[in-house]
């Protein structure tokens, strides 16, 4: 697929014709779009063919059940393994505890590594259905979850979707979930830059009152790490998700003993902070490792609120004020 085409599929309407589509090419919104004989060579023809034509019928129901949500937050990354859902669940932890007592959900868009249900405690809660839709599982009264965790009748069974089902499933989690009136919607992403994403960022874009408000960009220090996140930044920028800024996670570990600070994932290229500036980015902060997050993920517990001298608590409320701060936020 060209990158013209992958824009424009990302705002849910196909140009008639593509930029790089040949001479006499059918137009995208034909019946013979993918299938004629002027398409063959274009590298738009298999999404030509399989795309369903004219506008998706089920965004009208998923604006109005999104115009109720706030703020709506990406967490995102491009590499596995870097602390999405953690970044994800003490964002969510961390919103939900705050003074004011706003009230949050969390949508866990991972479709086939969901960790959400483990690290808010919820493993072996159910999904309860009413007239008005799926009922979220609530962590406490202003912290609701969705996840396919809740729908498997075992934790360790495999989803093995294609790309249309995990397209459905995220539909039904905006379109049939009974959100409520929520502060903010944090939604945790799988690795990478596919179905999933490109399901959220259509859905959620143009929703009202504010679409999607931005994404934050989670990495770990090492290159490996950054190499995958600058497809991030790419794929945002192409699908016009606002960047709130990059979190630099697991950067550093001071021993709790002695203090020392040690580098496990060394920044052989600036790390985090360095391609924020080299993106014109915003760096949100670096959380440092501590190795009772991972106890407390495992446990189903808030490590902000057990831990809060912690430097790792320190930097996530502060991600978290800023967050708020760029989203408008004016509450205290």
Not at 28 to 50: E, V
Not at 175 to 198: F, I, K, M
Not at 306 to 316: K, N, Q, R, W
């Amino acid at each position: 697929m060209s990158a013209a085409m992958t824009e424009t599929l990302i705002g849910n309407a196909l140009p008639l014709v593509p930029e790089d589509a040949p001479a006499h090419c059918p137009g995208t919104d034909s019946d013979q779009a993918g299938k004629a004989d002027a398409c063959a060579g274009c590298p738009n023809q298999q999404i030509c063919a399989t795309t369903p034509k004219g506008p998706d019928p089920d965004l009208p129901f998923i604006r109005e059940r999104m115009a109720t949500v706030q703020h709506k937050v990406l967490v995102l990354s491009g590499k596995g393994g870097v602390g999405k859902s953690t970044i994800s669940s003490q964002l969510a932890w961390a919103l939900s505890s705050h003074d004011d007592e706003p009230q949050i959900g969390l949508m866990d868009i991972d479709i086939t590594g969901p960790s959400i249900p483990r690290i808010l405690g919820l493993m072996g809660s159910e999904i309860h259905t009413s007239s008005s839709g799926w009922s979220p599982v609530y962590v406490n009264d202003n912290l609701g979850v969705m996840s396919i965790g809740f729908l498997l009748p075992n934790p360790d069974d495999a989803v093995i979707w294609r790309g249309p089902k995990k397209n459905g499933l995220i539909k039904q989690f905006l379109r049939d979930v009974e959100w409520g009136e929520l502060d903010y919607l944090v939604v945790d992403t799988p690795p990478g830059t596919s179905d999933e994403h490109l399901s959220v960022a259509q859905y959620l874009r143009e929703s009202p009152p504010n679409g999607i408000d931005g994404a934050v960009l989670v990495t770990t220090p090492q290159e490996v790490a950054l190499l995958d996140v600058r497809k991030e930044v790419d794929f945002c920028r192409k699908a016009g998700v606002p960047i709130l800024g990059v979190v630099e996670n697991m950067s550093g570990f001071v021993c709790g003993k002695c203090g020392t600070e040690s580098q496990v994932f060394r920044a052989t290229t600036g790390g985090g902070r360095q391609l924020a500036a080299d993106l014109g980015l915003r760096f949100l902060g670096a959380v440092p490792l501590d190795p009772r997050i991972g106890k407390a993920c495992d446990s189903g517990e808030s490590f902000v609120d057990l831990h809060p001298e912690s430097p790792a608590t320190v930097a996530l409320l502060d991600i978290v004020r800023q967050v708020r701060e760029l989203c408008g936020d004016s509450a205290p």
